[in-house]
Structure formats: structure tokens, C-alpha cells
């Protein structure tokens, strides 16, 4: 059955008219036809089953017929601080830690990021990589959709009120059981591509942050927070 969010309120026992997008996407492109079944979602918590009821050559409506208050996420909460990269890895990176039951990103700068948010233009990346966490959430069966944040810098950040548990991602630092007394409130801090320098490190150590070195290997920038919250979705759940 397909999955869509919809920004609209959503009741049992009403008939709701579907928004452009998901009219474009389900009737127009997947062809849907009066009768057809589909689970809408608008983020404020639990899922929908609709059916397809009227639909006109620019509009379709559905009824409402069920709810569904199971959210699908994690036994823990991540805040997922990630330094911006470039191209399709932010995109990755994004789209992969919503899937894997990231709470919030935080998007950061760092001495080596490889770019900066500083305009009104850049409102449509923003939108962008929030537009690609909703569309994970469709996919993978969550119901509340992480916030994508706007960027500020690691020393602002730091300066933030941020969970208990702080780890930043650490390669060739030594290897602990850093997650045996960790608590299930948790941030994660992963530098760009070329990691964060040494400086940085010490920083966030200052700001009661525990190194974590997750194998010999050393990870990009996009791959890390798949690994590390897949690490976590097996150790607390």
C-alpha cells in the first residue's frame, strides 16, 4: 500500500481532498483509480488508511477510514550534528539517518566544510534536504518527520543545550565500549569530508564529548551516520 505525506489535517470518519503532490504522485503518475487504498501521514503522529473516493482531471478526495497511532521510531532519540558536504553525499547522508531513525539534524560548518548557507537563496537547499527527509519517512514507515536545521557553526552549536550522551566520530582514536552506560538521549557529531581536524576534536572533548572510533577503517562523511546509527538501532533496540 502506498505511503504519502500530506500537509492537511487528518480525522477518522472524514473526507479529505488530496494536496497537489500527492494528487500528482499518486493519481497521475502511479494512476491511481477510485477504490485504491493508501496510508497518508502529516507528521503530527500515527498514519492514516484512506481510500480513493472522487477524482477529476485536477483533484482527487479520499475518506478516511482508520488510524494507526504506532510511529515506528527508535527505543532512543539521536540529534544528528552533520558538517555540510557537497552534492549527492549531503543528500545521502540525510535521506539514510531519517531511515535509520535519526530525531533531528542539525546541520553544521567546520574549518573544513565544503560549503556555507549564508543567503535567501539558499532557503531551497534547505527545503531541499527537508523535502528528502519526508520523502524517507514515506518510504521507511515513520510518522514524525525529523527537522532539518538551519546551519550554524561547531562553536555555536557546543554553546547549545544538547543530550547527556556525546559522541563525536573519531577515527584512529583508541576504541572503548563507550556505549555500555550510555543513556538512550543521545547527539552525534560526524565532520565533513576530511574529517574534523584535531583542533575541533579537542573542542568538542572540551564540551563533554566522548571520542568514538568505530573500526579500523576510516568512513566518509555520508557513510558514517548509517554505520553509527546502525550500531545504535542494535544495541538499543
Not at 175 to 183: A, K, W
Amino acid at each position: 500500500m502506498p505511503r504519502f505525506y500530506i500537509e492537511t489535517d487528518l480525522a477518522v470518519n472524514t473526507t479529505v481532498e488530496l494536496t497537489e503532490t500527492v494528487f500528482h504522485h499518486w493519481v497521475k503518475v502511479l494512476r491511481a483509480q477510485a477504490g485504491e487504498k493508501a496510508t497518508l501521514f502529516n507528521g503530527q503522529g500515527g498514519e492514516y488508511e484512506v481510500i480513493l473516493t472522487d477524482i477529476s482531471k485536477k483533484s482527487a478526495s479520499v475518506s478516511i477510514n482508520a488510524f494507526n497511532p504506532n510511529n515506528r521510531t527508535p527505543a532512543f532519540t539521536t540529534l544528528l550534528g552533520q558538517v555540510m558536504s557537497k552534492g549527492d553525499r549531503m543528500d545521502y547522508a540525510i535521506q539514510k539517518a531519517v531511515e535509520l531513525g535519526v530525531s533531528e539534524i542539525q546541520l553544521l560548518t567546520s574549518e573544513r566544510c565544503e560549503m556555507r548557507l549564508k543567503y535567501d537563496r539558499d532557503q531551497k537547499k534547505l527545503d531541499h534536504w527537508q523535502g528528502i527527509a519526508i520523502a524517507a519517512c514515506e518510504q521507511c514507515g515513520m510518522n514524525i518527520i525529523p527537522k532539518i536545521l538551519s546551519p550554524i557553526s561547531l562553536e555555536q552549536w557546543f554553546k547549545t543545550e544538547l543530550p547527556t550522551t556525546k559522541l563525536v566520530l573519531a577515527p584512529n582514536k583508541e576504541q572503548l565500549d563507550i556505549l555500555e552506560n550510555s543513556t538512550k538521549n543521545l547527539v552525534l557529531l560526524i565532520g565533513p569530508e576530511g574529517g574534523l581536524s584535531e583542533t575541533e576534536i579537542q573542542l568538542a572533548n572540551k564540551n563533554g564529548f566522548t571520542n568514538w572510533c568505530i573500526g579500523e577503517r576510516v568512513l566518509r562523511t555520508e557513510t558514517a551516520p548509517v554505520v553509527a546509527l546502525s550500531i545504535l538501532n542494535y544495541k538499543f533496540q
